[in-house]
Antibody, heavy 128, light 105 residues
Framework: EVQLVESGGGLVKPGGSLRLSCAAS????????MHWVRQAPGKGLEWLSC????????YYADSVWGRFTISRDSAQNSVYLQMNSLRTEDTAVYFC?????????????????????WGRGALVTVSS | IQMTQSPSSLSAYVGDRVTITCRAS??????LDWYQQKPGKAPKRLIY???TLQGGVPSRFSGSGSGTEFTLTISGLQPEDFATYYC?????????FGGGTKVEI
């Protein structure tokens, strides 16, 4: 069974740091591009960052550029999000996601099913 | 790329036909997916490549469009379809979601 389990969320003061972990099981994180998506309380979804399946390319949203860093440990089959200089507006549930596409197109599990793996999310609260 | 989704919310009855629209600020060809999210849960993909039904998703869901205008249609709304729906463009980084449409009873 495929699972993505986020950990490392919690309460942190503005300006502080936090590192989210995402442990994958049932597939290898090096097989697909992996993403982080967040959702502020009562708000919509916001894409944050992606690490390519070969680990060579990293992408970030402007809102987190220079503050957040995505990384991966294939041996641990995990993806991470290091969050620095946290702001109150970073308060959100953070999802680790495999969206099932890359520069070559969609990643298929079957002829009609594209990979779509989401964790349950980790709550990060930034407050003094 | 900005994704403008409308309406932001709607009320409907079981059995209704519901249409949700996403407009892209530039041509994204068919690089658009639709997601459904229920309260407290992670989103789930319904449609990929603008119009292809994800395996296991009921056929009352359909998607159409290309370029800059896209539509998600639910034909015959069911009680389990009351949720929030999002579009996602993935032709260019940063990926961008629409603002969401909450479908209420």
């Amino acid at each position: 069974e495929v699972q993505l389990v986020e950990s490392g969320g919690g309460l942190v003061k503005p300006g502080g740091s936090l590192r989210l972990s995402c442990a994958a099981s049932g597939f290898a994180v090096s097989t697909y591009n992996m993403h982080w998506v967040r959702q502020a309380p009562g708000k919509g979804l916001e894409w944050l960052s992606c690490i390519s399946k070969n680990g060579a390319t990293l992408y970030y949203a402007d809102s987190v550029w220079g503050r957040f860093t995505i990384s991966r440990d294939s041996a641990q089959n995990s993806v991470y999000l290091q969050m620095n200089s946290l702001r109150t507006e970073d308060t959100a549930v953070y999802f680790c996601v495999c969206l099932g596409f890359d520069g070559s197109g969609y990643n298929y599990l079957s002829p009609t099913t594209v990979v779509d793996y989401w964790g349950r999310g980790a709550l990060v609260t930034v407050s003094s | 790329i900005q994704m403008t989704q409308s309406p932001s919310s709607l009320s409907a009855y079981v059995g209704d036909r519901v249409t949700i629209t996403c407009r892209a600020s530039q041509d994204i060809r068919s690089h658009l997916d639709w997601y459904q999210q229920k309260p407290g849960k992670a989103p789930k993909r319904l449609i990929y490549a603008a119009s292809t039904l994800q395996g296991g998703v009921p056929s009352r869901f359909s998607g159409s469009g290309s370029g800059t205008e896209f539509t998600l249609t639910i034909s015959g709304l069911q009680p389990e379809d009351f949720a929030t729906y999002y579009c996602l463009q993935h032709i260019h980084v940063p990926l961008t979601f629409g603002g969401g449409t909450k479908v209420e009873i």
